[in-house]
């Protein structure tokens, strides 16, 4: 995954209609969703509608993930399966509390293609927990996203997170930490009250506050409200092309840290400014 991921729409499955209104959504990524979106009588037609989704292709460069039952469930053996065979971009680990869990789910992809990753929600306390350790096992198997699941957990946790979701706020701070430590994207929640525009800008905005590279959706008016909040500001972008036209001068070549409009900024803030200008030009395109 080399371009942003700011917006990742969950789609049930088992809707044909939504699936094939995806693929002209200018979200960043899609998640096919076998589980939590998907009644126990559907179960197969979402696993076969996923299949037949994928081999059609017709995503474009969309990043196109599937997200499969707990492998303890009657339905998680036989989607993990089809997701090898069907070889998306990544799979989707539901509640991943230990490193057993991921080492399970990992074992589960040796036969799929290389180019196939794993991403593991965290969405329950001992996830949480073992925030570090799932992380660091990003060194040996194929993961390489962590995405908060805060319906989950907010249950687990019997919190009630209001628009502050301060409750929440360690585990998402954890999450985030634990993926930078470790190279890994990090995806905020979903927000459930889709018709909430304001709502959702908000936490949006709360969520790249926070540092996690863009928002987890489940509806489709999301997507432009989650690419506003992931844009760098105005200001921001314009700082950060100061700060690269700066360290561009030759009489600043070679220099660890330098004045830029009355402020001191070392060459870490070059790579951050380079990485708000990358994102400013996504933003314009």
Request: hydrophobic fraction near 45%; charge should be negative; glycine fraction near 8%.
């Amino acid at each position: 995954m080399t371009r942003p991921l700011r917006s990742v729409l969950f789609l049930p499955a088992s809707n044909a209609r939504a699936i094939e209104k995806a693929r002209g959504l200018p979200c960043d990524a899609i998640v096919l969703d076998l589980e939590d979106a998907v009644g126990p009588e559907q179960k197969v037609e979402a696993r076969e509608r996923m299949w037949q989704a994928l081999r059609d292709g017709g995503f474009g460069d969309r990043t196109v993930a599937v997200r499969i039952n707990d492998l303890d469930s009657e339905w998680g053996e036989a989607d993990m399966a089809a997701a090898v065979l069907a070889a998306p971009d990544a799979v989707v680990a539901p509640k991943v509390s230990g490193v057993g869990d991921l080492r399970r789910y990992d074992r589960h992809l040796l036969a799929a293609p290389g180019h196939v990753r794993l991403w593991a929600m965290i969405e329950t306390c001992q996830g949480v927990l073992n925030l570090r350790e799932i992380a660091a096992e990003a060194g040996t198997t194929r993961l390489c996203a962590l995405l908060f699941g805060p319906n989950d957990l907010a249950r687990e946790m019997r919190c009630r997170p209001g628009p502050d979701r301060a409750p929440l706020q360690p585990a998402l701070v954890q999450t985030v930490t634990a993926a930078r430590a470790n190279g890994l994207h990090a995806f905020d929640g979903v927000y459930n009250a889709f018709e909430d525009d304001t709502g959702f800008a908000a936490e949006a905005a709360q969520g790249r506050g926070f540092g996690f590279d863009g928002k987890q959706l489940i509806h489709p008016r999301q997507i432009d409200l989650a690419h506003a909040a992931y844009a760098p500001t105005p200001a921001e972008a314009a700082w950060a092309r100061a700060v690269v036209t700066a360290f561009e001068a030759p009489e600043n070549a070679g220099r660890g840290a330098i004045k830029v409009e009355g402020r001191m900024v070392e060459r870490l803030h070059l790579d951050e400014a380079r990485r708000t200008l990358a994102a400013a030009h996504m933003s314009a395109g």
